[in-house]
């Protein structure tokens, strides 16, 4: 049973540019959700989508969009790239319920230089 | 507001022995979910063990085991035999309604080495 893919796992783009990463969920899975981890602010949530549909948001700016396809994958583009969004972006996926955990992806490693 | 609060930066363990690791949670919802993660050095992070709020026994996974304390609002992780390969981060993680809707909040995680 294949898990969480992401790519790229590794970017580097110039501040001022826009990225876009992907996440194919576990098969099954409906609910993908996206995480920016960073040395200084620990993990932190970004959005949640189902079924297409953004369900949560965390407090991030509006650069930082998603979507959700109808199998389920999900991109995440953040647009006018500054240093700070540097990290590691985390891929998770679940049933969806409220129970039960997530499966995480290896992660996209993004450098903004 | 949700909050995970993990107070152990750093821990060491001997090779064998048990270890545990605290976490403690603040959420005004009555329905809610805590979890474990553990994440390696190559970053991926790995589920370890879900205990929900209305579970009335602990759960237990393999050598993982969630010490539930509702009262005391702490869901510390025990990890029976460490060995090597359990050096890595564990995060506990809780998912909770807030503003009518579902989120899920990290602690700031433990750094756990195990010592041959």
């Known amino acids: 049973k294949a898990g969480v893919t992401q790519t790229p796992r590794y970017l580097i783009k110039t501040r001022g540019q826009q990225v876009t990463l992907s996440c194919s969920p576990i098969s099954g899975h409906r609910s993908v959700s996206w995480y920016q981890q960073t040395p200084g602010q620990g993990l932190q949530f970004l959005f949640e989508y189902f079924s297409e549909t953004q369900r949560n948001k965390g407090n991030f700016p509006g650069r930082f969009s998603g979507r959700q396809f109808s199998n389920s994958r999900s991109e995440m583009n953040v647009s006018t790239l500054e240093l700070g969004d540097s990290a590691l972006y985390l891929c998770?996926?679940?049933?969806?319920?409220?129970?039960?955990?997530?499966?995480f992806g290896s992660g996209t490693r993004l450098t903004v230089v | 507001a949700q909050k995970i609060t993990q107070t152990q930066p750093g821990m060491f363990v001997q090779e064998k022995e048990a270890v545990t690791l605290d976490c403690t949670y603040d959420t005004s919802d009555q329905s809610y979910g805590l979890f474990w993660y553990k994440q390696p050095s190559s970053g991926e992070m790995i589920f370890l063990i879900y205990q929900g709020s209305y579970d009335e026994q602990n759960a237990t996974e393999g050598r993982y085991s969630l010490n539930f304390q509702k009262a005391r609002k702490s869901a510390n992780l025990v990890i029976s035999a460490s060995q090597l390969g359990d050096s890595a981060m564990y995060f506990c993680a809780m998912r909770g309604s807030e503003g009518g809707y579902q989120k899920v909040t990290f602690g700031t995680g433990t750094k756990l080495q195990v010592i041959p």
């Open positions: 998770a996926s679940s049933w969806g319920a409220r129970t039960g955990g997530y499966t």
